[in-house]
């Protein structure tokens, strides 16, 4: 973060105590906002955040921005309606600009397979609150701006959902906002200081090891992305994650508008304009894990062909950055969320594709979690033990990358 | 991604060709038998460093790689 956010977002960084009430792992957008939630709904102050890196430096600065509720499954279109929800106000509580814009999410099919999984989807999110009803294919022609309705020849457009409620915002902004709240309220927000290890007495997590000395506390979240599972070994808790990398990019300005954000399952894509007027587009993990975050050249060209072939404006554009950022993708395509087998070591982790849009409220719930002792409601379904307990959510279809 | 895999028929061929194959890795520490099945099917070692694992040549001459990849800089080590 520059000299000129740091003053236009009042941020107080602090010193590493000796001991806290809790200790987080991780100065993303999940971290902050379970600090800012214990702080600001549970007045619970005595946290750090630790960070290794900057804050919001990991995958909420590099991810594509997206929420949206239109999940598979009733466990997940709650949650993430939930999360939908809090970030309408979010701006309005945090007294900051997110560039929040829910403008409509497009998610169309090429197969009459995904034309029935879309039909499905609509029903499943009305029933648990989520606003998505089934498309035609002429009112997707009409609605969606340079859309090409027999891509290749081979891919017709045969309908989709629209999901009235999907949105962007701007990811360090949001990042920044949780982060000035919570140090506001008295939260240690420490950057560049690096968690070694985790000291753990009789199943109960007693201190953390940092590169700056030893913090004694009773309470552990580890809010890491990518290196969750390197994380959770200290503790000797093992994890059903697995890293991968992820690339997305974006093209020079488009000087037309592009109102809509619009994914294509059988394609495997998604595209969306920024406010800068830049076309941004993601795609699917690389197969195999790795820690690695070096962008390719096979990413771009393979998704190139199949993003010009059902937008055709786009072959104008160039390719102006592109980026990797590393998934913790669940066997289940859910994330993993609460309690350990180690007392006072919570996790929020296994958030893949789909950590960002999810902030608020997993912010939120890890907080109640904290503060009360007790799983809420809307995250007991994506507890750690679900494998175990032959309750795996897979939805996998959900992720839209896929 | 950029991984390129030599192929002791085919020579160098990038990974676009190539499937990711599974190497399960249950601890030894597990002995209980549906704990051993849990982490089976849902549990991995995810580290950061070398790790063994199978390749399969789809696109080209349809046989099993064994390698060791660098998983922080995705270098194929053999």
Known sequence: MNEFWEAKVALQWGTLKPSYDVVIIGGGGHGLATAYNLALRHGITNVAVLERSYIGGGNSGRNTTVIRSNYGKPEPVRFYQRSLELYRDLEAETERWMMHDERGLWWITHTEAGRRTEIARAEINRAFGADTRFAEPEEIEREIPGINMNPAGEFPVLGGSFHAGGATARHDRVVWALAEGAMRAGVDIIQGVEVTGLKVENNQIVGVETTQGSIATETVVSAVGGHATSVADMAGVRLPIRTHPLQAFVTNHYEGTFDAIVASIDLGFYVSQTARGEMLGGAHIDPQPSYSRRSDHHFISSIAKRITALFPFMGDLRVLRQWTGSCDMSPDYSPVMGRTPVDGFLITTGWGTWGFKAIPAGGEAMAELVATGTTPELIAPFSLDRFAKDRALADRGSSGTH | ?78
């Open chain 2, 1 to 78: 991604m950029s991984l390129r895999i030599t192929c002791p028929t085919c020579g160098p061929r990038s990974a676009e060709e190539w499937i990711h194959g599974e190497m399960f890795d249950v601890p030894d520490s597990i002995t209980d038998t549906d704990e051993w099945d849990v982490d089976r099917g849902f549990f991995h070692n995810n580290p950061e460093g070398l790790v063994q694992e199978a390749w399969f040549h789809l696109y080209g001459c349809r046989r099993w790689v064994v390698i060791t990849r660098d998983t922080r800089t995705d270098e194929i080590l053999s």
